[in-house]
C-alpha cells in the first residue's frame, strides 16, 4: 500500500459523458501527478500539481482538465469522453523539497489506480 | 523531448535463470534519474530500482541490477534467480532534473516459467 488513494476503482460510463476521477495523496506529500494507461502501453504523464498549483503539463486533452484542492487532494475531470478514452488512470505523490532544476529526487507514489470504460 | 523505447515487447525466464531487460533513451540533458517500474497484474505501479545519471556506479536492489551505459544511452535491468512472483510488466522510465514528470516506455512482458 503506497498510500495513495484513488476513488473510484472502476468506472464505466457512455460515450459523450463527463467522470470525475479523485486521487487523495500520501501524508504530507504536496505534489500530486496525473497519468494515462491506455491498454498494455505505458504510462502517459498528463499533469502535475504542486500545492494547489499547475506546475507541469503533459499530453493532456482539452476536454481534460484538473485541479488540486486546500486539502490536496486533486481532482481529474474527463468530459465529452470517447471510446479511446478507456484506459487506467493513475495518480501519484512525491514529497516536498525537491526543487526545480536542483536535481534532488522525491520518489513518486503510485495510487492503485482507476480503470475507466467507455463504452 | 525524450523518449523511451524498450524494444522486447515479451520475455520469458525459467525459474532461477537470469534475465536482462533491455532500455534506450535519448535526451540532450546531462542530468537526470533513470527507474525500472513493475507492474504486475494487479496493475499497481511498484519501483524497483532507480539510477542517478551522474553516478557512475550501477544501482543495485537485492536480485536486481542495472547496466547503465551513459554514452550510449542505454539502461539495462537484470534479474537474477528469477522467482515466480517476477512475472510482471515492466517499464524504463526517464526524468530530467528540470521536469518532475516522467516519460515512461512501452514496457516488457516478463514471464517466468516453473
Known amino acids: 500500500d503506497s498510500g495513495v488513494t484513488q476513488t473510484p476503482k472502476h468506472l464505466i460510463t457512455a460515450t459523450g459523458q463527463r467522470v470525475t476521477l479523485r486521487c487523495s495523496p500520501r501524508?504530507?506529500?504536496?505534489?500530486v501527478y496525473w497519468y494515462q494507461q491506455s491498454l498494455d502501453q505505458g504510462l502517459q504523464f498528463l499533469i502535475q500539481?504542486?500545492?494547489?498549483?499547475?506546475?507541469a503539463k503533459g499530453n493532456i486533452l482539452e476536454r481534460f482538465s484538473a485541479q488540486q484542492f486546500p486539502d490536496l487532494h486533486s481532482e481529474l475531470n474527463l468530459s465529452s469522453l470517447e471510446l479511446g478514452d478507456s484506459a487506467l488512470y493513475f495518480c501519484?505523490?512525491?514529497?516536498?523539497?525537491?526543487?526545480?532544476?536542483?536535481?534532488?529526487?522525491?520518489?513518486?507514489?503510485f495510487g492503485p489506480g482507476t480503470r475507466l470504460t467507455v463504452l | 523531448a525524450q523518449t523511451v523505447t524498450q524494444s522486447q515487447p515479451e520475455m520469458s525466464v525459467q525459474e532461477a535463470e537470469t534475465v536482462t531487460l533491455s532500455c534506450t533513451y535519448d535526451?540532450?540533458?546531462?542530468?537526470?534519474?533513470l527507474f525500472w517500474y513493475k507492474q504486475p497484474p494487479s496493475r499497481q505501479m511498484i519501483l524497483v530500482i532507480r539510477?542517478?545519471?551522474?553516478?557512475?556506479q550501477n544501482a543495485t536492489e537485492n536480485r536486481f541490477s542495472v547496466n547503465f551505459q551513459k554514452a550510449a544511452k542505454s539502461f539495462s535491468l537484470k534479474i537474477s534467480d528469477s522467482q515466480l512472483g517476477d512475472t510482471a510488466m515492466y517499464f524504463c522510465?526517464?526524468?530530467?532534473?528540470?521536469?518532475?514528470?516522467?516519460?515512461f516506455g512501452a514496457g516488457t512482458r516478463l514471464t517466468v516459467k516453473p
Open positions: 501519484a505523490s512525491s514529497a516536498p523539497g525537491r526543487e526545480r532544476g536542483g536535481g534532488r529526487y522525491n520518489e513518486q507514489f
Open positions: 501524508s504530507g506529500d504536496l505534489s
Open positions: 500539481y504542486y500545492n494547489g498549483e499547475e506546475r
Open positions: 535526451t540532450s540533458e546531462n542530468n537526470y534519474y
Open positions: 539510477q542517478e545519471a551522474y553516478k557512475q
Open positions: 522510465a526517464f526524468m530530467d532534473y528540470n521536469n518532475n514528470d516522467m516519460r
